[in-house]
């Protein structure tokens, strides 16, 4: 199930989306879609997806870049109705990394 992360500061969110090994064929088509549904359902301009693949002893990564206004899709509203891919949202305040 993808894990979701919006900074509302910047208007971007991110979406990790592991995948399993069986699924590495489908990984650009998951990429998009889940990228899009993602942007989409939190109603932001941009969004960075990324696939993790286990590869024997290494991981491919592959990453999705998104960057539009947000537009009312009926086709997406309908679809993640009707299967919702991601954990609910919870609301969590951050604190910053300090560097010393």
């Known amino acids: 199930m993808p894990y979701r992360i919006v900074v509302p500061e910047t208007g971007c969110g991110f979406v990790f989306i592991p995948l399993q090994h069986e699924q590495k064929d489908d990984k650009m088509i998951c990429l998009q879609n889940l990228t899009y549904a993602a942007k989409y359902d939190q109603k932001i ?7 993790f693949v286990k590869e024997e002893e290494d991981y491919l990564m592959d ?3 998104l960057d539009s206004d947000w537009q009312y899709d009926s086709a997406i509203e309908e679809s993640l109705k009707n299967c919702y891919p991601f954990r ?13």
């Open 88 to 100: 609910p949202v919870q609301e969590k305040l951050i604190p910053s990394y300090q560097f010393e």
């Open 45 to 51: 301009r941009r969004c960075i997806g990324i696939t």
């Open 63 to 65: 990453w999705c870049f």
